[in-house]
């Protein structure tokens, strides 16, 4: 079996790949910030090797990498993050004869990652978005927010990541539940002097449709719903359960990534309107999501579909068939979200109507074990991960 160097061993991806591969029979090495992080941990780790911040390091951490890839006769890399990608795709042509870099070229994962650009293919191409203002920069803004019928709307700059000199400016999606909050929060974030997007909020269930996609066509499916997040308004799934599939985001999905020619992984994130029932698109990740163990628990391993696809065997038809209705938790993730409910005035948190009570909040967290229920991190058969990762939490608190 293959040498495997996964990236970003701090994530739950890294550890759910490492822990599919592993279990594969691949010999997996994982690279982080420290020798020791959450995949390291994993007993189907047989190496953590402390590399530069690439956040801050970017093009240390880029010889290190490729210094791993010669000395450790590495055969695949799986970089987990777009950081990684950005800053691996950069040298991609000097890595060892042989070695399979697994993410797309630069020109197809800008095609997904820059949303600017995304939502004005998604619009060509039919695939709904919600009602979006494009803004190259804040001097567009005094000719838009005339535009805008009603608050609160979502701010989204074009990267999530945007190179700038040794590091990257990080981005996540705001809320502005007035005129003069959106005007500050233009007014002060950075990276929001470069293009970025103010789009109507849309209130509905949030599903990903997960794929192993080859140019024209899917070769393995998932998806599942948002149950939880942190923050509570809107981010990561710390609870998600597996969810059939909706075959017009099938559909949606395979008409973006054909329109790229993607080859590899992608999360295709998307919120069904109440108003109108349709399916608007949210956003693309091109790399492995945050709930990848959930798909591999239910019966989907896209960490071992992808490394077959890349050592040239594709599965036999599309692989759609996975365990519905079973739900995946993130404790730390759940304690997290419960205690940012708890601290914090609802009215201050821009939640959706509708949403569920403190009171609620504190029932749910307080129903750890459940029927099908499994864990993120926690593993009984894999206990070091949490442990590591539960000692680090104690610390931050």
């Not at 233009?186 to 849309?202: F, G, N």
Request: glycine share 8%; with cysteine.
């Amino acid at each position: 079996m293959p040498n495997i160097l996964i990236t970003d061993g701090e994530n739950r991806s890294a550890l759910a790949a490492t822990r599919s591969l592993g279990r594969k029979g691949c010999q997996v090495m994982v690279t982080g910030k420290a020798e020791t992080t959450l995949a390291s941990s994993s007993t189907h780790c047989t190496k953590g090797i402390a590399v530069p911040d690439p956040d801050t390091a970017g093009r240390d951490y880029a010889q290190a990498i490729l210094d791993i890839a010669r000395r450790e006769e590495i055969d695949v890399i799986l970089p987990m993050t777009e950081v990684s990608i950005y800053l691996l795709n950069s040298v991609r042509d000097r890595l060892p004869s042989g070695v399979v870099l697994a993410c797309s070229p630069p020109e197809k994962m800008a095609a997904v990652s820059n949303k600017f650009d995304l939502f004005q293919k998604a619009q060509q191409l039919g695939v709904p978005v919600p009602a979006t203002h494009y803004l190259q920069s804040p001097e567009d803004l005094p000719g838009v927010t005339q535009d805008i019928p009603r608050y609160p709307v979502v701010i989204k700059p074009s990267l999530s990541r945007l190179p700038q000199g040794k590091g990257f400016l990080s981005g996540g999606v705001k809320y502005a539940a007035s005129r003069e909050e959106l005007e500050h929060i233009y007014a002060t974030k950075e990276i929001l002097q470069y293009p970025s997007m103010i789009q109507e909020r849309i209130e509905g269930p949030g599903t990903g449709l997960f794929t192993l996609f080859d140019r024209d066509q899917h070769l393995a499916l998932f998806s599942h719903r948002r149950i939880r997040e942190k923050p509570p308004s809107g981010g990561v799934s710390v609870v998600s359960e597996s969810a059939p599939l909706d075959e017009e985001m099938v559909e949606h999905a395979c008409r973006l990534l054909s329109a790229v020619g993607w080859q590899g992984v992608a999360m295709v994130e998307f919120k069904r309107d109440n108003r109108d029932g349709q399916a608007k698109l949210m956003e693309i990740n091109g790399r492995f999501w945050g709930t990848l163990q959930l798909a591999v628990s239910c019966g989907v391993d896209f960490p071992g579909l992808y490394l077959d696809l890349l050592l040239g065997t594709k599965p036999d038809g599309v692989v759609r068939e996975y365990r519905v209705g079973h739900r995946m938790k993130w404790f730390l993730g759940t304690l997290d979200h419960l205690l940012i409910r708890l601290k914090n005035k609802d009215a201050d948190l821009n939640l959706p109507s509708g949403y569920p009570s403190k009171w609620k909040a504190v029932v749910d967290f307080l129903h750890v074990w459940e029927r099908n229920t499994s864990f993120d991190v926690l593993d009984r058969k894999d206990l070091r991960p949490f442990l590591f990762e539960a000692r680090n939490y104690l610390k931050g608190t």
